[in-house]
């Protein structure tokens, strides 16, 4: 060929068309286009210039103005729309590679699936009612709260205000609306006491002062030893509660075997000290009488006759009004070797049974005294005049209840009085601050460890949030500590270890490991928050046990916090609520000519609340004609001509399709003028999940009821299900097929269920854990905690649906954070901040919690992968990478696992683990 012909194009190209695209197995779309405009228009030119069209030969020209090469590229353009529009068709045929919303929403209609529509957050509402302090007749009596009570949220900040409805009737108590918890509790100074509680602060008790103990079995038998004197070692007074607290030096009981029982103590001060008649008398020996043969005689020996105690008169050595029948007084000391070490020799109590001022001259005196007559003689040969003393005038002191000094935490809840009419099962609101815990010794080793920080070493005087349960370190084993155990601990520090939980000041959370000696509790602080959590009573018929005084309830878990006591209240006026609003509407008319008439809802969205059904919601829609209410279901297909049954759709603007029958599949409606009406609730998805104490505003206030609040968040709200969402979830239906068998089949059950967004299910084989654990985890990372209305009806699902013999535990996930600080060099030709705020959100967004799954580990080349990837970043280093566990340091670890659940050593299970990064431990530096 010339070389003037080759210059002009005309034999350039190749006249094969483009070809058919071969896709390999598990893309995520198809390549289905044989050819774009480029490859069409060079096809059609290499036919031009082919042998087989000779009529063209004599044309040379290939641009594009000329009119024939303008035809060929019009009909580039027309085979490139069609192979576009080909292979958009051959993606929207297929779930996995569809991008509409419809294609996937028809696609899922053949297998019967229809994507969610979303669910209605729920709650439970503790309503307070009126009551009158100091009148009771005029407090409202028990009030029933009804099905349908509205009440409105507060929003915050680009918010909109949400409506709640009660969805079953309460019946409200004044006596429930704030209970508190057990505050003190009756002393009954056990062996080993060295302390008391008196009502009062206006005992005019010091230290040094005398105080007697006396058990009730003394007052009915002078033989009883059950009592005690003891000289005081410090006098508290507390304003606030109005007490007294009082401490000696020696354990009650040391040397008194019968001081252990159970009966009753009374108190008394001793306030007088006095000494017998004659204690004082002088030395009859420095009485000269006369001489006998050079000889001093005396005529009493060596001391005065009859020099004790005689008759079993005590007599005072003065007089003392006070001194009255039917008191007590002390001889102490004497010749005796008994006795305890505050009050050496012998000791005996009497009680008076009578009293006399008398005059009397003996022993070289002569004075007025207080002679006393008891129930029991002193033995003159223990109580020799001059070395007895005698501690009288008693006064009887109230006992104060004694002060719980331990915080409130536990499966166990004592109210502080006696609480009639609850029930098993029944819902509670606990609501107070946390304990505090006070550092008080200076101990340079007693160190704070931030969970992913260093270690801070702590000083006197530091305060603590506690924020779960102390455990003891009894190495190998970690033993929580029931509350009364750690008062113990704590009043008499012994030498161990214990590891805290605790909150700084700036709310980094960690752990500190020290002994009793070093840490205090300490009250709540006015401007501490106040935490909410809810609590059923547990099942049993014997969880709510009842006591003289006060009622002692068995929760159906452990409380989330560990409570100052003195702010823990109850709350048992609490119903049921879910999100959304009721409304109703007349749909229209029906015709009996017309079949499968519709009616378009005209509020939306239309409320589902969580159900134990297979898809795990229902719709709160009732439908009447003429009065009549139909029934919904799934579909029309199969239905009986005379069956009064509808059918739901809703399109992609969320509008609510209500589909009757043709009497073929479902009955036709009858007709009548405006005879369709219609009652629902509107209003769903995440944003009914509003905060605990966010609910406030009462709509309609039914009689007695003051105020209402929602004690804890609001959860299960989920918004209707995305077009990637829909495509994950339509499979799982044809794999369960509505029945849960294998232990996959839970966790596809749970995966579709309304509220979950992820589960994870693991057969257990060993103990009392044996049988499916399933952990699952709500949208947006949010926790299902037992009691939830999702918990609740999955697992009533589950048993329906599934296995009912088989032992079944649901639990909510275990979140875990991870740290990531990495050093990028950056290219110079790009703008280093936005380099930088490029990597953060990438990394943000590839380790968010919809982007993991149980059981998904964390790499470091993960981590390197998704920085190098982002435009502008030349190298990467990554310094750090670690788990944020309690307790943890800096390190550099190349893969982080999560754990599946875990059998414990006292037969519990810990969840599964999801692994995120933690929004607020990623830290990007430039490399130099």
Same mark, same amino acid.
């Given at each position: ?6 210059? $002009? ?54 641009? *594009? ?39 996937? !929403? ?68 004044? +006596? ?79 040397? *008194?075997?019968?001081? *252990?029982?159970? =009966? ?64 007590? !007084?002390?001889?102490? +000391? ?98 107070? =601050? ?62 161990? %270890? ?17 002994? &009793? ?33 006060? %009622? ?18 109850? $709350? ?155 495509? /994950? ?9 509505? /029945?849960?068998?294998? !232990? ?20 257990? =084989?060993?103990? &009392? ?65 936005? !380099? ?93």
């Amino acid at each position: 060929m010339s070389e003037q012909a080759n210059d $002009c194009g005309c034999c350039a190209g190749s006249a094969r068309p483009p070809g058919v695209r071969f896709n390999a197995p598990g893309l995520p779309a198809i390549d289905y286009r044989i050819g774009r405009h480029g490859e069409f228009k060079a096809a059609l030119l290499a036919r031009v210039s082919s042998s087989r069209f000779p009529a063209l030969a004599g044309l040379r020209t290939r641009e *594009n103005d000329d009119f024939t090469i303008a035809w060929c590229d019009a009909g580039a353009v027309m085979l490139d729309v069609l192979s576009f529009y080909q292979e958009r068709m051959a993606n929207e045929a297929y779930l996995r590679t569809s991008v509409e919303r419809r294609s996937i !929403v028809e696609l899922a209609r053949l297998i019967g699936y229809r994507p969610s529509p979303g669910v209605a957050a729920s709650t439970h509402l503790a309503f307070t009612l009126e009551d009158a302090p100091g009148m009771p007749s005029l407090a409202a009596g028990p009030v029933t709260v009804p099905v349908g009570t509205r009440v409105q949220s507060i929003p915050g900040p680009d918010e909109q205000p949400q409506t709640f409805e009660t969805v079953e009737p309460v019946l409200a108590r004044v +006596g429930w609306n704030a209970i508190p918890a057990q505050q003190s509790e009756a002393q009954t100074l056990p062996a080993g006491t060295r302390e008391l509680f008196l009502a009062g602060v206006d005992t005019q008790l010091q230290p040094g002062d005398m105080l007697l103990l006396v058990g009730t079995e003394r007052f009915d038998s002078s033989a009883s030893k059950r009592w005690a004197v003891r000289p005081l070692l410090t006098v508290e007074a507390d304003n606030d509660r109005r007490i007294t607290r009082v401490t000696w030096d020696e354990a009650l009981g040391a040397n *008194n075997l019968q001081w *252990n029982s159970d =009966k009753a103590v009374r108190v008394f001060a001793l306030r007088a000290r006095a000494g017998l008649f004659g204690n004082n008398a002088p030395d009859p020996r420095m009485l000269k009488l006369g001489y006998i043969s050079g000889i001093t005689t005396w005529p009493w020996g060596n001391n005065w006759a009859n020099y004790q105690i005689q008759g079993g008169n005590i007599d005072l050595d003065g007089t003392y009004p006070k001194i009255v029948a039917g008191g007590w !007084v002390v001889l102490a +000391g004497g010749s005796g070797s008994e006795g305890d070490a505050s009050l050496p020799g012998e000791e005996l109590l009497v009680r008076i049974n009578s009293v006399r001022q008398l005059s009397r001259s003996a022993y070289g005196l002569s004075q007025r005294l207080t002679r006393l007559k008891g129930d029991v003689n002193p033995d003159p040969a223990h109580f020799a005049l001059p070395d007895t003393l005698v501690l009288a005038q008693s006064e009887e002191l109230r006992l104060a209840p004694r002060y719980l000094p331990y915080p409130a935490y536990g499966a166990e809840l004592a109210l502080d009085r006696r609480v009639a009419d609850l029930e098993p099962r029944q819902p509670l609101a606990l609501s107070g =601050k946390r304990q505090r815990l006070r550092i008080v010794a200076d101990d340079p080793a007693l160190k704070f460890v931030p969970d992913g920080g260093t270690a801070v070493a702590t000083r006197p005087g530091d305060s603590f949030v506690v924020l779960a349960p102390p455990v003891w370190l009894l190495s190998p084993w970690e033993l929580a500590l029931p509350p009364w155990l750690l008062e113990v601990f704590l009043r008499f520090k012994p030498g161990l %270890t214990l590891r805290w939980r605790l909150a700084d000041r700036s709310g980094a959370e960690g752990v500190l490991d020290g002994s &009793p000696f070093s840490v205090a509790l300490e009250p709540a602080r006015k401007d501490d928050p106040v935490v909410s959590e809810l609590r059923h009573v547990a099942k049993p018929a014997n969880a709510v046990a009842h006591t003289r005084d006060r %009622t002692v309830l068995q929760l159906d878990a452990a409380m989330a916090h560990v409570y100052d006591r003195t702010t823990l209240t109850v $709350c048992a006026n609490l119903a049921p609520a879910t999100h959304g609003e009721r409304v109703g509407e007349i749909a229209g008319s029906g015709d009996a000519a017309l079949p499968g008439q519709r009616f378009v809802l005209k509020q939306s969205p239309l409320t589902y609340v969580s159900a134990a059904t297979p898809a795990g919601r229902a719709s709160t829609l009732e439908v009447r004609v003429d009065g009549q209410l139909w029934n919904e279901v799934p579909s029309l297909f199969g239905r009986g001509p005379r069956e009064h049954v509808y059918a739901l759709r809703q399109d992609d603007e969320q509008r609510t399709i209500v589909q009757f029958g043709d009497n073929q599949e479902g009955a036709r409606l009858s007709s009548g003028q405006d005879n369709v009406r219609l009652s629902y609730r509107k209003g769903l998805g995440v944003e009914g999940n509003v905060r605990s104490g966010q609910l406030t505003t009462l709509l309609g206030r039914p009689l007695g009821v003051k105020a209402a609040c929602n004690p804890v968040a609001a959860t299960g709200g989920q918004d209707p299900e995305s077009r990637d969402e829909a495509r /994950r979830n339509a499979p799982l239906t044809m794999l369960t097929l509505g /029945r849960a068998v294998s !232990v996959q089949d839970y966790t596809d059950f749970a995966r579709s269920f309304a509220g979950v967004a992820k589960a994870c299910a693991i057969w257990l =084989k060993s103990g &009392p854990a044996r049988g499916i654990h399933l952990t699952i985890a709500g949208p947006n990372g949010d926790a299902i905690v037992a009691g939830s209305a999702t918990h609740q009806h999955l697992t009533e699902a589950l048993r329906r649906y599934g296995d009912p013999l088989i032992p079944l535990r649901i639990t909510s996930y275990a979140p875990v954070r991870f740290r990531i600080r990495a050093r990028i060099k950056v290219d110079a030709a790009f703008v280093v901040e936005d !380099v930088l705020k490029a990597a953060r959100q990438r990394l943000h967004s590839h380790f968010a919690f919809d982007q993991r799954d149980f059981l998904q580990q964390v790499a470091i080349d993960e981590v390197m992968a998704v920085i190098q990837n982002v435009s502008g970043v030349e190298a990467v280093d990554v310094d750090e990478l670690y788990r944020l566990d309690p307790g943890a340091t800096p390190d550099l670890v190349a893969r982080l696992f999560a754990k599946p659940p875990q059998l414990q050593p006292d037969g519990s299970v810990a969840p599964a683990e999801l692994v995120t990064l933690d929004s607020d431990q990623l830290a990007l530096e430039v490399m130099p």
